[in-house]
């Protein structure tokens, strides 16, 4: 994550976002890919910038081996808070304190390795999917959430910040302050599979990640709602030209068997 953002002081905010709709479509819509991607075999995942673990939850709740790393202690102490309170889980999880430069795992040790909503606070995306890469073993999958920079203004425009809007997409700028007060940097699709190739990864097909709810800040569904919204969202987040829209983008590459 970007080296002067302090996590741990969103903590709060990140949590009433994940439990609320627009979290939730994030959580579901990538995890739905992810799981699908593995299919029924058991997998050792490796989940960077894990923070208060809800991405380790649905994939421990699917019979997986998760080692969850994160920056923030208290982001850390808040996802073993909760992977404790789950009922027999514990076994499936290991915690520990780190940074996506310096991961201390062998090459190809895991079946799966996810960063969601990381590498859009980093400088750049070229050094930490390098360094993610590296740990994704024959038949594997790495899964890069980050901010799609082909919907750049899209949210402003639908909330009526029209000056702000019309400055990103006249200028194509791709870096804008996010609902938790933290500039974040964009990447293109085809720039993630770009680099999934140089790294000997075959890009599978990429998937925009809130294309119709991005802009619904107050947005508390009933869960009859949710689940149509999730479901109209998931029908367009691999097709175009929606998802496009999408102010995410969750990029999905595979190491070929055998590679």
């Known amino acids: 994550m970007n080296p002067s953002a302090d996590f741990a002081a969103v903590k709060t905010g990140y949590a009433a976002y994940s439990s609320g709709g627009r979290g939730r479509l994030r959580h579901d819509l990538t995890a739905r890919r992810v799981l699908e991607e593995l299919g029924n075999r058991p997998a050792r995942v490796l989940d960077v910038g894990c923070g208060d673990g809800e991405m380790v939850l649905r994939l421990t709740a699917a019979g997986h081996q998760v080692v969850g ?6 982001m850390l102490a808040a996802a073993a808070q909760r992977v404790t309170a789950g009922s027999g889980i514990s076994e ?17 040790s895991f079946d799966a390795v996810v960063c969601h909503g990381v590498v859009m606070y980093l400088p750049d995306s070229v050094t930490p999917i390098a360094h993610l890469a590296r740990l994704v073993g024959g038949g594997g999958i790495l899964s890069i959430l980050t901010k799609n920079s082909l919907a750049v203004g899209v949210r402003e425009a639908l909330t009526g910040r029209y000056d702000q809007a019309r400055s990103q ?10 609902n938790l007060g ?19 990864l075959t890009p599978r097909r990429w998937q925009g ?5 991005d802009h619904r800040n107050d947005w508390t569904p009933t869960e009859a709602e949710y689940q149509e919204a999730l479901e109209t969202e998931w029908a367009a987040s691999t097709r175009d030209p ?18």
């Open 169 to 178: 997409i006249e200028s194509g700028q791709a870096a804008s302050v996010g």
């Open 92 to 108: 499936q999880v290991t915690f520990m304190e780190g940074d996506i430069y310096t991961l201390p795992f062998e090459d190809r």
């Open 242 to 259: 929606y998802r496009s829209l999408g102010r995410l983008v969750h990029a999905v590459a595979r190491r070929e068997a055998g590679a």
């Open 182 to 200: 933290i500039t974040t940097r964009g990447d293109t699709p085809a720039h993630l599979d770009d680099l999934a190739r140089a790294n000997g």
């Open 69 to 74: 790393v994160e920056k923030s202690p208290d």
């Open 209 to 213: 990640v809130r294309i119709f709810h």
